[in-house]
């Protein structure tokens, strides 16, 4: 043990200073791994979007530091590591690079490949440092997506605890196997490649980090800053009423029974410091990949949004450490056989709605007793395309798209826009990435003007992409929410449903949210409609003069000014005495004001 070792952990305690310093750096380094990935990254879901998870994890796969990344692709890694140590055991070296996208051994679904390196320092092992990222196609049924398939196994290539490097030599068989069984196999290839320096990075950091302040320090200092972020969760957690919050909403469909919606509910209990979050009550598994890995994916949305309500940087004074500890208080429960915890072989692909769903439930559940934490119903929408096809040279080309949704309108401010929702975080996709890579051209890209709910705080608005073909090819959409509008709270009202539209410019076809290779000839296009948000708060409270705004912004229209929020604008003028007079009105109608005769 060196002397500065000495001089910071003190009863078996390291001091504060450097704790912090510590946990600043275990951070740096889960950020300087995502930056390798951005930058070495092949394929725009990775390299734009952003669609990757990178951090630092202990012996026993406890996140120590996680990336700023999207939040589905690093609550997952716990899951990853435990996976293959199941596998594994003790076989695990200095330099293996091991892999696993198992969704039934903790992956999210197939195409989210892990691969971590063991970190040894000094003969032992002392950690992990994991890199996560959505690869474009793993073979299987669909290149890109896929909706319907009849079992994990059509998803394409799925491994768990296989090493992609054995003590540092390249796995080439692996590689090859790859090579023969995906369609992208340069992209793919490269992606895992940064993936493999990603980790390397990790590894070197986190046993500099030992050298500098001992191998012992770290490790107590690991520990303290997990236990005080559990006890920063279950302080927060006290604060609400002892009793059981409950929500439930419907999915369109399971992408084969188009008539059959799904049912997802929520049930909360709070007792003292902790919470279970149950959703047994949901509908049973299907027979598409429309099912859910419960560890991997949903285990990962619970947390990830009850995080940002308990624990969000706003509302805490104090920065709490983004690890392993804030989960401890939190129980998830679904049984076996719904679509959030199906039995194996079920396909289990797309998951997004699902558990955007189910986070949308927490906040809609909570909401009565954290008004200024929550917010209305938001998009909890993933609008995920893929688009492929055969260039010149017939070979496969493949483009993922994740179309941004909204936020519901919140205590003191509107909604937010064209932002991804809850546990996805993701980047859009700029159109010049695709003029420049992908045989699509980009007819529109912009605010679904006119749709987010009315209220005292608007619902955030959606977006409207057009894509055309120039080469013949075909598309998977992940969506949802057709069927349901995101609802509004305390009297605001509901947003906009999403929506697909073949060739809008045409004979347009309305499509169902979820296609599986719908198939397009060169020239043709599809529309995508995301969802806008509800609103927060009765229109009426709403300023006249905000709502005049919201009009000269194209953000709303005069006929919906004069409808939803009973204001008046003629001649592009807001008329102040007329509004007044409709609002008073509506007002007397609702029995907010006395009525008096003449």
Not at 81 to 104: A, E, M, S, T, V
Not at 202 to 215: A, H, S, W
Request: aromatic residues 8%; negative net charge.
């Amino acid at each position: 043990m060196t002397n500065q070792t000495n001089q910071t952990i003190i009863q078996n305690k390291v001091d504060p200073v450097t704790l912090q310093v510590i946990g600043g750096a275990l951070k740096t380094i889960a950020k300087e791994m995502a930056h390798v990935m951005y930058r070495m990254a092949y394929s725009s879901l990775i390299r734009e979007s952003e669609d990757l998870g990178a951090g630092i994890f202990d012996v026993f796969g406890n996140t120590l530091a996680e990336a700023d990344s999207t939040p589905m692709q690093l609550g997952c890694l716990p899951g990853y590591i435990r996976g293959f140590q199941g596998k594994l055991g003790d076989n695990q070296h200095p330099d293996d690079i091991i892999w696993n996208n198992d969704p039934y051994a903790g992956a999210s679904h197939s195409p989210d490949v892990a691969l971590c390196q063991p970190i040894f320092y000094k003969g032992e092992l002392v950690g992990y440092a994991g890199a996560t990222a959505h690869h474009l196609d793993m073979g299987g049924a669909q290149p890109g997506l896929m909706i319907d398939v009849p079992d994990v196994f059509a998803e394409g290539l799925i491994l768990n605890g296989v090493k992609l490097y054995d003590k540092g030599v390249r796995n080439e068989t692996l590689f090859e196997v790859i090579r023969q069984n995906v369609r992208t196999p340069v992209q793919v290839i490269g992606d895992l490649e940064a993936q493999v320096a990603a980790c390397r990075m990790g590894v070197k950091r986190f046993v500099e980090l030992m050298d500098k302040y001992g191998k012992d320090a770290v490790i107590l200092a690991c520990e303290e800053l997990m236990n005080y972020s559990e006890r920063m969760m279950r302080r927060e957690i006290a604060k609400i009423p002892d009793g059981v919050y409950e929500a439930e909403s419907w999915l369109d469909n399971d992408g084969r029974n188009l008539d059959t919606p799904l049912k997802v509910h929520v049930k909360m209990t709070k007792q003292g410091e902790e919470l279970e979050v149950d959703v047994s009550g949901s509908a049973d598994q299907v027979s598409t990949a429309f099912n859910v890995a419960y560890s991997g994916a949903l285990c990962v949305s619970v947390h990830s949004v009850l995080r940002s309500i308990f624990l969000d940087t706003f509302t805490t004074e104090e920065d709490v450490p983004a690890n392993e500890g804030a989960f401890r208080p939190i129980k998830i429960k679904a049984r076996k056989g719904c679509i959030f915890n199906p039995i194996k072989p079920a396909a289990l692909f797309s998951r997004g709605n699902q558990v955007n769903t189910v986070a949308d439930l927490i906040i809609k559940a909570l909401t009565p007793v954290l008004p200024n934490q929550t917010c209305a119903g938001s998009a909890a929408n993933l609008q995920f395309a893929s688009y492929a096809g055969l260039d010149e040279n017939n070979e496969y080309w493949v483009y993922i798209e994740v179309n941004e949704g909204s936020y519901g309108g919140r205590p003191g401010k509107d909604g937010m826009d064209a932002v991804d929702f809850s546990s996805w975080n993701t980047m859009n996709n700029p159109i010049e990435d695709l003029d420049m890579h992908i045989p699509l051209v980009c007819e529109q890209y912009e605010l679904r003007e006119d749709t987010g709910g009315a209220g005292q705080w608007r619902g955030g608005l959606g977006i409207v992409r057009w894509n055309r073909f120039l080469t013949d090819g075909f598309m998977t959409m992940e969506g949802d929410k057709h069927t349901v509008r995101p609802w509004g709270y305390k009297g605001g009202l509901p947003g906009t449903s999403a929506n697909l539209i073949k060739n809008p410019d045409s004979v347009s076809e309305e499509l169902p949210s979820k296609i599986n290779g719908h198939r397009f000839q060169a020239g043709e296009s599809v529309q995508i409609l995301v969802p806008s948000s509800g609103g927060y708060g009765d229109p009426l409270q709403r300023s006249a003069e905000q709502v005049f705004e919201d009009v000269l912004d194209e953000i709303v229209s005069v006929e919906t000014a004069y409808r939803d929020y009973a204001v008046v604008i003629k001649d592009q003028k807001l008329d102040v005495v007329a509004t007044e007079k409709r609002r008073e009105e509506i007002r007397r109608i609702r029995g907010k004001l006395p009525v008096y005769s003449e």
